[in-house]
């Protein structure tokens, strides 16, 4: 384990990279239920939830597939619902 990833040989797989998916919406689980405006929540996503696999990401090259659905949960913690109603497109 180095920088708080696993270390393989070979082709990089998906699996390899779970672990970034789940610590990122571990952290934006409590920034879902406050009342933030889009300048703040833009704010958080790139100080905070990218600074995750930062490091990691310069060592060992993910997946194309695992760099979509990180941009995909982004995207989704920016834009998506607050407690079943749209936030503003």
Request: aromatic letters at 16%; proline letters at 2%.
């Given at each position: 384990v180095?920088?708080?990833?696993?270390?393989?040989?070979?082709?990089s797989k998906?699996?390899?990279?779970?672990?970034?998916?789940?610590?990122?919406q571990n952290r934006s689980a409590g920034w879902?239920?406050?009342m933030?405006?889009?300048g703040r929540h833009l704010m958080l996503i790139w100080h905070v939830l990218t600074a995750v696999?930062?490091?990691t990401f310069m060592i060992l090259e993910p997946t194309k597939g695992?760099?979509?659905?990180?941009?995909?949960?982004?995207?989704?913690?920016f834009w998506g619902e607050v407690d079943g109603c749209a936030k503003r497109h």
């Open positions: 180095y920088l708080g990833s696993k270390l393989f040989k070979g082709w998906r699996e390899h990279f779970q672990h970034f998916l789940t610590k990122m879902k239920k406050r933030l405006t889009s696999p930062l490091h695992v760099l979509s659905q990180i941009e995909l949960f982004m995207s989704r913690f």
